[in-house]
């Protein structure tokens, strides 16, 4: 049997068991359960303040704000890149001058039709008693005709069509010759020409600069290469054979290569170029192979 003190030691645990857990609901539980509903009624609470998803927005705003500025900037770019490749080159002859400029090309290159150098022979100053335009037609043909005669094969100097493309290969050292100049305004004035000078390894932009100088001519010249005639793009320096080789298989095409080196002509002719070796023995500065192989003196 339990004594009476028994059941009312029972009875005081009973209830203070249940003080106790009264006390922590009202003061634990309640509170903590509570929070996250008084945080969305706008309690200053931080941690939910964190959570909002409109505390979030600026910085979303913010990001499109920025793609949005990059989106400008890209088509501002591309806007000026396209008006650029609209403009024709300064080379191009001043009645197609609005056209636009990738139309005027071919085979990467602007047609010779539509450049100034189709008109400069007309302009050019006639000898003394007979027509320009028939005098440096004759000599051209001469000049063709010696340099087919080089691979000494068919010396047929109309096999090439006026615009034709040429590449020139010329020694730094033979920049001064007038009968080089000759030679290449000739052929500037009735093919697409680009010129290869070969120069030493780590020549300066000033001994550059100084041999296109000579090679151009003065200005007293009937002869001289100006810009409107030979542009400075169509000038290309290289060192080797091989940089020679590179430039010109950059060429969608090329009727004609004129070089010294053989290998130039041996790597060359395996991709289907025709190129023609011009004897390239030791001369005197200012003198040129090619220009008194070319061109009568």
């Given at each position: ?41 706008g309690?200053?609470?931080?941690v ?23 989106s ?7 806007d000026?890149?396209?008006?650029k ?11 197609y ?31 003394s008693g ?42 730094l050292e ?18 697409n ?52 080789i ?11 290569v ?22 390239n023995?030791?001369?005197e500065?200012?003198?040129s ?9």
């Amino acid at each position: 049997m339990v004594s009476q003190e028994g059941y009312l030691a029972v009875i005081a645990t009973f209830f203070a068991f249940g003080a106790i857990s009264i006390a922590l609901y009202l003061f634990v539980l309640r509170p903590v359960n509570e929070a996250p509903a008084q945080g969305e009624r706008g309690n200053n609470n931080p941690v939910i303040q964190q959570r909002r998803p409109a505390q979030q927005q600026p910085a979303v705003n913010n990001n499109a704000t920025a793609n949005n500025r990059s989106s400008d900037s890209s088509s501002a770019n591309i806007d000026k890149i396209l008006a650029k490749c609209a403009k024709s080159p300064s080379h191009v002859a001043e009645s197609y001058q609005k056209k636009n400029g990738a139309s005027l090309l071919s085979d990467g290159l602007v047609a010779f039709r539509y450049t100034k150098a189709a008109s400069a022979e007309q302009a050019s100053k006639p000898p003394s008693g007979e027509d320009a335009t028939a005098q440096n037609r004759k000599e051209r043909a001469r000049a063709l005709s010696k340099m087919l005669a080089l691979e000494g094969g068919s010396a047929d100097a109309g096999s090439f069509s006026r615009g034709s493309t040429f590449v020139v290969s010329v020694p730094l050292e033979e920049a001064g010759c007038p009968k080089l100049r000759r030679v290449l305004w000739l052929f500037s004035t009735y093919y697409n020409l680009l010129v290869i000078l070969v120069v030493p390894s780590g020549v300066t932009p000033e001994a550059l600069e100084n041999a296109k100088s000579k090679l151009r001519g003065g200005d007293s010249d009937a002869d001289r290469l100006d810009t409107s005639v030979l542009p400075n793009h169509r000038f290309i320096a290289a060192s080797t054979a091989t940089g020679r080789i590179a430039v010109v298989r950059q060429l969608s095409r090329a009727e004609i290569v004129l070089d010294f080196d053989n290998e130039v002509k041996s790597q060359l002719s395996r991709f289907g170029y025709r190129v023609i070796n011009y004897a390239n023995r030791n001369v005197e500065k200012g003198s040129s192979q090619l220009g008194s192989q070319l061109v009568s003196s």
